[in-house]
């Protein structure tokens, strides 16, 4: 995994269970490959709900000892893990955001980045509100609280109607849980149970693997979702059928965890299935198939499978590298991949090797790793990559680099190939890749490849659309992160 391409967010909510805090504690932990900047749950005990939030991983925020859980013990609880693909990565941005209106109290959690939140904000200010983050998701609890809105039948509904862009939300009111999903289906979110009865939401199945749940089905696009007493019940706010999906396909390739199942496919099975396309389309003449761990690890086992070249680690990852603040020289830095990624000499020295990785975004860190390898004695090195060159950026809420930091961007294959120090490189193309997958090829966003964005966006928008104004906050970073 790289530092490359940044994660979205996580969602996880439960209702009704007499451990529900612990349990989104632990769903929030499973789900911490999605965010790592910052964490927070809100519990609700039917009438009043509070929050706990703060900057860095689930452990960091929650941190054992600290009684933080106890005091939030309630039956109903959302969580959220963020990295800011809206807004900087501040304290006043981490999530759930907790607000009180004319009908109460709500806490928010969002994954994904709303593309006219820029807009929707410039008319609230317009008429005098105020806001007190750089997010994007304030914006939603604005449209919630408006008069007008909530003199609606159904608020909710009728707000998320003006929402553009890709959305997972969770909105805990004092007495339930309601979740949506944006009509395009995004971003994944779905729903599990546990053996008690208690309905579960989250970004992704594994959440639910780990707190013992079952998966129940993903929450369609342009539904929502009410957990609460009587149980689980659901509407759409678009006609159901009539807006063809938009799922994230890069979901499936790097984001999200192996044991997942999303958009209808475990993310471990499919990865294996580019491996084996990869072969038939680009093979090597090689002595071992050797991943970059980890989200190379199911394409190069599959890859391996295909063309019968022995599969073997030839890259260890270290689980315990945590996050730095200090601004290190070059020579640091090379210490610090290396200290990330340990090449196993024995298993690539002398060899032709086929390395195969999810994606390359600027290709700086995919040649620090090729060269660890010559370093170790690798005789050949054929890089193979499981899915096509990345040329545009995204605006469904995957942080990506300037179009003009690509590797892919203005280079052609041979360039491609000298950059990165290697005798080969092979891409999977565009049509391997969705022939891979279970849905309708135009089910899937492509954009990142193709620059054909589906939903229309304004290409001038970035993170920092909402940051007009620095708002200065004093972000205790010496004692909230490693
Ligand atoms: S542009 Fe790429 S990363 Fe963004 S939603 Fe589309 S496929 Fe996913």
């Known amino acids: 995994m790289t530092s490359e391409k940044k994660e979205n967010c996580g969602l996880f909510g439960i209702f ?18 999605r965010g790592q900047e910052s964490a927070g749950i809100a519990s609700s005990d039917g009438e009043f709900i509070q929050c706990y939030k703060g900057m860095g991983a689930v452990s960091r925020v929650f941190r054992s000892g600290s009684g933080i859980l106890e005091k939030l013990a309630n039956p109903i609880a959302i969580g959220h893990v963020r990295y800011s693909t809206t807004g900087s990565s501040k304290s006043i941005n981490s999530q759930p955001l907790l607000s009180e209106y004319s009908r109460g109290q709500v806490a928010v959690a969002h994954n994904g980045n709303l593309i006219n939140a820029a807009l929707l904000r410039a008319e609230y200010e317009a008429h005098g509100s105020i806001f007190t983050s750089t997010s994007d998701t304030e914006v939603i609890i604005h449209l919630l609280a408006k008069p007008t809105h909530v003199s609606n039948p159904d608020p909710l509904a009728h707000v998320l109607n003006h929402l553009q862009g890709a959305y997972c939300l969770l ?7 309601e979740a949506a999903r944006d009509p395009y289906g995004i971003r994944p979110l779905c729903i599990g149970q546990t053996d008690r009865g208690a309905y579960v939401v989250a970004s ?3 959440a639910f693997d780990t707190i013992g749940a079952k998966f129940v089905r993903e929450v369609e696009p342009g539904e929502i979702v009410t957990l609460d007493k009587r149980g689980l019940s659901s509407r759409f706010f678009v006609t159901r059928g009539t807006v063809t999906p938009v799922h994230c396909i890069f979901e499936h390739i790097y984001f999200a965890k192996q044991n997942s199942t999303i958009f209808g496919e475990n993310v471990h099975e499919f990865r294996k299935k580019l491996g084996r396309r990869l072969a038939i389309e680009h093979p090597a003449n090689a002595d071992v198939v050797i991943p970059i761990p980890d989200s190379g690890t199911s394409a190069a086992i599959g890859y391996s499978e295909q063309s019968k070249v ?4 030839g890259m260890v990852r270290s689980h315990y590298v945590g996050r730095t603040f200090i601004s290190p020289s070059q020579k640091l830095r090379e210490l610090q991949v290396k200290l990330k990624l340990a090449v196993v000499k024995e298993v690539v020295d002398g060899k032709s090797v086929v390395v195969v990785d999810d994606s390359i975004v600027r290709g700086t860190t995919t040649r620090g790793k090729i060269r660890t390898l010559r370093q170790a004695g690798a005789k050949q090195i054929h890089m193979r990559v499981s899915c096509p060159p990345i040329r545009y950026p995204c605006f469904y809420g995957v942080d990506f680099p300037t179009r003009e930091e690509l590797l892919a961007n203005n280079r052609d294959f041979e360039q491609i190939r000298e950059f ?9 193309p565009m049509e391997g890749l969705l022939s891979s997958a279970n849905l309708p090829a135009d089910y899937y966003c492509t954009a990142c490849w193709s620059g054909k964005y589906k939903i229309p966006v304004d290409a001038a928008e970035n993170k920092f659309a909402l940051e007009r104004y620095q708002m200065h906050m004093f972000d205790d970073w010496s004692q909230t992160n490693e």
């Open 16 to 33: 009704g269970d007499a451990e529900s805090v612990q349990k989104t504690y632990f769903g929030l932990y499973s789900l911490q490959h």
């Open 171 to 177: 909105f805990l009111f004092a007495d339930r849980i």
């Open 204 to 206: 992704e199945s594994c």
């Open 310 to 313: 022995p599969f073997d680690m």
């Open 420 to 428: 990165l120090e290697v005798d080969s490189v092979g891409y999977m």
